[in-house]
């Protein structure tokens, strides 16, 4: 039994209520689950399970987060985000049932070239901007034609992905919309544009499949938070906590911890945290970032350390042993992230192997 008071806990009915939100606001569309990196940091297996009874299917980056869920008994479409990444990964996809994104000419060889027991669901990624995975539009026709002609594939979609969606009304994302209509008008095939930010902002995106990854969680994927809908009430799904493991009293001009970076103005009460970087909490985070203890907002004082970080408790009550909520209901973890220069998505991902998830 660990006795470190440190641990996330995961709120696994907010992210139901979330997914549920995510499909009322497109519900005609079914939903990919996004649950790639270890479900945000959340915890792939218990989300999958969480989920399974209503999601229409779940997303993952590669075959070893597949395989993880199926060794779980998750039954659910699965698709592989970036596909496979050699040839020989095709036939346990195919022995799996999952849905297999094709992106690249290599890809698009490796599938045609295989003779698969079971065929295959590929999703052909289109790349409309962001320039990073996918087929260029005018590809499109042919790569559908030798798909189609393949006794290894089964069915077809087609996706593509936002580079600026977390941008509302940003005239780059209407210009990808465009661009993949355009190249699809006419055709008959399911179609995948939307990640959270997407959905929430533009109804044009909706599709066929949406793919809500960092809204599950309880997150708004947008840096500025007024930005959510109206009416739009995400739950945090993550409370990060720990406790306070000691106490000290400083007098003005005393430094703390590495560095020195924070110097006492006044007769300052810290309080020791057990929690650091290696934890996943920022390194980067700036003195004032927000921190509950015990209930009473404070701050961050001080370079965070590997294990632990140290914060302010004058005027507050508090004694050792007290908790302490890194991120969660209280704070937000996308306010961490603005203190640290970085977004909550890599907050989330980065949750250090130390930390024990409790699902509740
Ligand atoms: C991660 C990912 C998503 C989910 O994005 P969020 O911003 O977390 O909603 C959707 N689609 C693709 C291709 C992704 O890689």
């Known amino acids: 039994m660990p006795h470190r008071p440190l641990r996330a806990r995961i709120h696994l009915e907010a992210i139901r209520h979330n997914y549920r939100l995510a499909k009322q606001i497109a519900p005609a569309a079914r939903a990919l689950a996004v649950i790639k990196a270890n479900a945000y940091g959340h915890g792939a297996v218990a989300v999958a399970r969480a989920l399974a009874s209503e999601a229409d299917g779940f997303a993952v980056s590669c075959l070893e987060e597949a395989l993880e869920l199926r060794d779980s008994?998750?039954?659910?479409?699965?698709?592989?985000?970036?596909?496979?990444?050699?040839?020989?990964?095709?036939?346990?996809?195919?022995r799996l049932d999952l849905a297999i994104v094709i992106h690249s000419r290599p890809q698009l060889r490796w599938v045609l070239e295989s003779r698969l027991d079971q065929p295959l669901n590929c999703w052909i990624k289109l790349d409309t901007g962001m320039h990073r995975l996918g087929f260029a539009p005018e590809d499109f026709l042919e790569v559908a034609a030798r798909l189609k002609g393949c006794p290894s594939v089964r069915a077809q979609a087609v996706m593509t992905h936002l580079a600026r969606a977390d941008e509302p009304a940003h005239p780059y994302t209407a210009h990808q919309i465009a661009i993949f209509d355009q190249t699809l008008a006419g055709i008959r095939i399911d179609r995948s544009l939307a990640n959270s930010a997407a959905l929430l902002t533009e109804p044009r995106a909706q599709g066929d499949w949406i793919r809500p990854g960092i809204m599950l969680y309880g997150v708004s994927p947008f840096v500025e938070p007024q930005v959510l809908p109206d009416g739009i009430?995400?739950?945090?799904?993550?409370t990060l906590e720990s406790a306070l493991i000691a106490i000290k009293e400083l007098a003005p001009g005393e430094p703390i911890g590495y560095g020195g970076r924070f110097v006492c103005e006044r007769p300052t009460r810290v309080g020791i945290a057990a929690i650091g970087y290696a934890d996943g909490y920022p390194r980067h985070a700036a003195d004032g970032t927000p921190i509950a203890v015990a209930g009473q907002l404070t701050r961050l004082i001080g370079r965070v350390s590997m294990d632990l970080l140290?914060?302010?408790?004058?005027?507050?009550?508090?004694q050792i042993g007290d908790r302490v909520e890194l991120w969660g209901k209280q704070v937000s973890v996308g306010t961490v992230a603005a203190?640290?220069?970085?977004?909550?998505?890599?907050?989330?991902?980065?949750?250090?192997r130390r930390v024990p998830l409790i699902h509740e």
């Open 73 to 94: 008994g998750i039954q659910a479409p699965i698709l592989l985000l970036e596909g496979v990444f050699a040839p020989d990964e095709l036939a346990l996809a195919a």
């Open 233 to 238: 009430r995400l739950h945090p799904a993550m």
């Open 310 to 318: 140290t914060l302010d408790l004058t005027g507050i009550e508090a």
């Open 339 to 352: 203190a640290s220069e970085t977004i909550a998505y890599e907050l989330l991902a980065g949750i250090g």
